[in-house]
């Protein structure tokens, strides 16, 4: 087997600006007010992924899951660090794909498979399965600013995953889609898993990533703090174990007592 | 009270119950979850893909290369950027000949009739139309490019691909429209009685490359400043309206080189624009030809006309070359600053 992801001592430094205008920033700097402030989002981060490996990747909302994403896609490069892949890349981050409201879904169609690496026939070759999959019917010529969230989803991953990528990047946007639209997507990622893609697969439901992944990465304030291939030898349950995502209801009162008390 | 009263004081104390209170958020929403996506087990055997290709960086720093490289994408984001701007527009295409027309007509009367500037000019009208058309190219590409990053962030955000495709749209958008400027132009030319010579044409060829390559190095530049501050659009539409007064346009060229002596600095702050440049050899190509009685016109071009035009267009690649690398430098920022 070959490599498919290599990801070297990465780490992603974001700069979050507190104060846009001048006089905003004036006013900061007589009080003393720090003007930006770093955060580190992704922290020293190595793994390697096989062709054909089926990741999981968890961890808490602002653990790093999406910038991680972003970067092995390539909307970001590292500050430090390396990271290389191997073929082609497609995947929907951050819920959603890169559509341009303006422009109807067909030509978004055709503007996201070019940017995908699919050539004009290619596209024309596969339209219309992505629409038989996508299932919106008429709402194909009208503007994707009109659309519900549920049919950006659905056009967005049928595109991503009928381009034939070779890594296939899916995080968390399933989430809105109805159940038998969820279904139909889940059976085919495992059927594009069979096929030898190397997927990463982001979500928090276990029972799922269960069944599609073969490994389980958990990402901590940016940190790679678990990785089943090192610890259990590629348990997926030692991940969701590991997130303790599978307690008991043991602390869920003295959760509601807490937040209680806060209020 | 509140919970600070139970644990003890302190930035880090703070800071770990709050992590402990998302992680068991999470916990909940998970549990909740766990059932919310639909399990579907794999059946069949795993098949091995053969990759036949190297193990790259997902984000290669082609530059303007790659861009050229990718025609098929580039086309679809020229095409984008056109339907974009007609978008909701009962006039659409149009209004991009209204808006000069009435610009020219306006020049013409107020500079022609008014001010009287057109009696020295044989040919004035074209004389103004020809400087009109550079500075439309390079003022639509600059101000297009400047934009262009921001009004594609949906895109930038999402998807990978060689940012200066946009500022490079911008560039082929302003020549689609300037085209048919340029065959009307031709057009008046031509029942003028034009006599093309290879002197002509030789300075029409420099000309272009000068406005292309400066339009495309400032717009490449301002559309990465203006990622980071909004102020840069503004700021390039102001300039853009002086640029209609600091070319030799409206006003011949005879009356700036008079007072080349008298304000040697200004003079030569005036001709080194990229623009007056370029506004000057395609002068040199489209309404020079026309004039039968050139002894008695003056100076009307620089005598250095030609070596100034040579360092200009060298000048204006190194330009380009230094925006790209700006460009490169800051692109990783775009994605959070957007």
């Known amino acids: 087997m070959s490599v498919s992801i290599q990801v070297e001592n990465v780490s992603k430094q974001f700069t979050l600006q507190y104060h846009r205008t001048l006089k905003q920033m004036a006013v900061a700097s007589i009080r003393r007010l720090a003007l930006s402030e770093q955060f580190l989002a992704v922290n020293d981060v190595s793994f390697t992924v096989e062709q054909g490996e089926s990741v999981g990747l968890m961890g808490l909302n602002g653990s790093g899951k999406s910038t991680l994403l972003k970067l092995i896609n390539g909307v970001m490069r590292p500050d430090e660090g390396s990271i290389r892949t191997r073929g082609r890349i497609a995947g929907l981050i951050a819920t959603g794909a890169g559509f341009h409201p303006q422009l109807t879904g067909r030509e978004n169609l055709f503007l996201n498979g070019a940017i995908l690496g699919m050539s004009e026939a290619e596209t024309k070759r596969k339209f219309d399965a992505i629409v038989d999959f996508a299932d919106i019917g008429k709402f194909m010529d009208t503007p994707v600013s009109h659309y519900s969230s549920g049919m950006y989803a659905r056009l967005g991953f049928s595109i991503a995953i009928h381009v034939d990528a070779d890594i296939f990047l899916a995080d968390e946007v399933l989430a809105v889609g109805d159940r038998p639209f969820k279904k139909k997507c889940m059976a085919k990622m495992q059927e594009i898993r069979q096929q030898g893609t190397t997927i990463f697969y982001v979500s928090h439901a276990t029972a799922s990533v269960r069944a599609m992944c073969d490994r389980v990465l958990v990402l901590e304030s940016g940190r790679l703090n678990y990785d089943s291939k090192v610890v259990d030898a590629g348990s997926v349950e030692g991940g969701i174990h590991y997130l303790q995502y599978d307690d008991a209801d043991k602390d869920d009162e003295d959760t509601d007592e807490e937040l209680g008390a806060d209020i | ?338």
């Not at chain 2, 992590?19 to 958020?25: E, S």
């Not at chain 2, 500022?167 to 009685?193: E, N, R």
């Open chain 2, 1 to 338: 009270m509140t919970a600070a009263d139970k644990a003890p004081a302190g930035e880090s104390a703070a800071e770990a119950r709050r992590r402990k209170n998302a992680a068991r958020k999470a916990r909940r929403m998970a549990r909740n979850q766990a059932e919310a996506m639909p399990v579907v087990e794999a059946d069949g055997p795993r098949q091995e893909r053969v990759v036949d290709a190297e193990l790259v960086a997902p984000a290669p720093r082609g530059g303007l290369i790659e861009v050229f490289q990718q025609p098929y994408l580039l086309k679809l984001i020229v095409s984008r950027q056109l339907a974009q701007m007609y978008a909701a527009s009962l006039l659409g295409l149009a209004w991009s000949y209204v808006q000069p027309a009435m610009r020219f007509g306006v020049y013409y009367f107020v500079m022609g009739f008014i001010l009287s500037l057109h009696k020295g000019t044989p040919y004035f009208a074209l004389h103004l139309f020809t400087g009109m058309v550079a500075v439309h190219y390079f003022g639509e590409t600059w101000a297009g490019g400047t934009r262009s990053i921001w009004q594609n962030k949906a895109l930038v955000k999402k998807m990978r691909m060689p940012r200066e495709i946009f500022p490079v749209a911008s560039t082929v958008v302003a020549a689609y429209h300037t085209l048919p400027q340029i065959l009307v132009l031709v057009i008046f030319c031509l029942i003028c009685g034009w006599h093309l010579t290879w002197t002509a044409v030789a300075a029409g060829v420099l000309g272009v490359l000068i406005l292309v390559a400066f339009a495309m190095a400032m717009g490449l530049f301002f559309s990465a400043l203006n990622v980071f501050y909004r102020d840069f659009q503004n700021i390039v539409s102001t300039i853009m309206q002086f640029m209609h007064f600091l070319v030799p346009m409206m006003y011949p060229f005879t009356l700036v080189w008079a007072a080349h002596e008298t304000h040697p600095w200004l003079y030569n702050i005036y001709v080194a624009n990229p623009v007056t440049q370029g506004v000057l050899l395609l002068q040199r190509f489209f309404w020079y030809p026309l004039i039968e009685d050139t002894e008695g016109l003056g100076q009307h071009f620089p005598p250095d006309m030609w070596q100034r035009g040579l360092i200009t267009l060298a000048v204006c690649l190194v330009l380009l070359w230094l925006a790209q690398r700006f460009f490169s430098r800051v692109e990783n920022k775009f994605p959070e600053r957007l």
